[in-house]
């Protein structure tokens, strides 16, 4: 057949009953491959006469619809911290236990000191959840300018936006589809990873009350012993002791540690087999101290 001349009307039938049923067997392909697979089956036919015939057999496929985002609307600039308590961040990591339990974690970190100020663990969290953790915190370290998050559920609720809003607390909610861009996500991103790397992929947990203890130790480590290297490699704690404004750091919240070796006078010695004890042993030396200052040397002999 000369290329100038249309094809017969018997070839075209053929190929359209060809088209659909390349079409039927493959309904998530669209026009170009189906060609494809028309031209290994010997037709020589290219991708538009296939999209007009699968257009007139109402086979065509439906363009895709942009997938529209959820978000929070922002109540504050979008800033660098500069001070303490200026922004914190928090966010949802998951994970599963060694029996296929779910674990969800909701970390809060103050953005300047680079501090963790609680990780809470457990099954299910939920925005009433969320916005009774961030009170906690509040009573313990004082209310931020900021909090920077996602566009989660469990953030954008109204009833937690109103509520930030009666603590002249300002949202910042992260743009869709950027968590590491500047002045954004990154400082959580970043802790969250090691986070991960450091502790979840490290450690086997069975049961929540031990994920509780393990990761709480973590937090503890975190704080007070690792260096960041964005701090001058000291940890999040020793720097926030340093800063001119606050003479002694808040103690972080859902743990006796820090203040213990300060309360005592003593030196701090890590023991990494003190981390899991119950903090009982040091009630009972601070009695003993007690009784020794009170009766001297001579009589403790």
């Known amino acids: 057949m000369s290329p100038g001349r249309k094809r017969p009307n018997a070839?075209?039938?053929?190929?359209?009953?060809?088209?659909?049923?390349?079409?039927?067997?493959?309904p998530e392909m669209g026009y170009p491959r189906i060609a494809r697979l028309l031209k290994r089956?010997?037709?020589?036919?290219?991708?538009?006469?296939?999209?007009?015939?699968?257009?007139?057999?109402?086979?065509?496929?439906?363009?895709?619809?942009p997938r529209h985002r959820r978000?929070?609307?922002?109540?504050?600039?979008?800033?660098?911290?500069?001070?303490?308590?200026?922004?914190?961040?928090?966010?949802l990591v998951h994970d599963t236990t060694m029996g296929g339990g779910t674990l969800r974690m909701l970390n809060a970190l103050d953005e300047f000191t680079r501090e963790c100020l609680y990780i809470h663990v457990d099954r299910r969290i939920n925005t009433r959840k969320a916005r009774r953790i961030m009170s906690a915190l509040i009573e313990?370290?004082?209310?931020?300018?900021h909090i920077r998050s996602d566009n989660g559920s469990?953030?954008?609720?109204?009833?937690?936006?109103?509520?930030?809003?009666?603590?002249?607390?300002?949202?910042l909610y992260i743009e869709p589809g950027s968590p590491w861009s500047r002045r954004c996500g990154?400082?959580?991103?970043?802790?969250?990873a090691r986070f991960r790397e450091e502790c979840l992929n490290r450690e086997q947990l069975w049961t929540l009350t031990e994920a509780r203890v393990a990761i709480e130790d973590w937090r503890w480590k975190y704080n007070n012993i690792r260096?960041?290297?964005?701090?001058?490699?000291?940890a999040p704690l020793e720097f926030a002791q340093e800063l001119p404004e606050e003479s002694e750091p808040n103690p972080?919240?859902?743990?006796?540690?820090?203040?213990?070796?300060?309360?005592?006078?003593?030196?701090?010695?890590?023991?990494?087999?003190?981390?899991?004890?119950?903090?009982?042993?040091f009630g009972q030396l601070d009695h003993r101290l007690a009784i020794a200052t009170t009766l001297g040397p001579a009589k403790m002999q």
């Open 227 to 234: 260096p960041h290297r964005s701090l001058g490699c000291i």
């Open 140 to 145: 313990r370290h004082g209310a931020p300018e």
């Open 11 to 26: 070839w075209l039938s053929k190929l359209k009953s060809a088209v659909r049923r390349v079409s039927n067997q493959y």
């Open 252 to 281: 972080c919240w859902a743990s006796s540690r820090p203040n213990i070796d300060k309360r005592y006078n003593l030196n701090h010695i890590v023991d990494t087999s003190r981390l899991t004890k119950a903090t009982a042993q």
């Open 186 to 192: 990154r400082h959580v991103k970043s802790f969250n």
């Open 154 to 171: 469990e953030f954008i609720e109204s009833g937690l936006r109103s509520w930030l809003a009666k603590n002249r607390i300002k949202t």
């Open 71 to 91: 978000r929070g609307p922002s109540t504050g600039i979008p800033a660098r911290a500069s001070h303490r308590n200026h922004v914190w961040t928090w966010d």
């Open 41 to 65: 089956g010997g037709w020589p036919v290219g991708a538009r006469i296939v999209q007009r015939l699968r257009r007139e057999l109402g086979l065509a496929v439906p363009a895709k619809k």
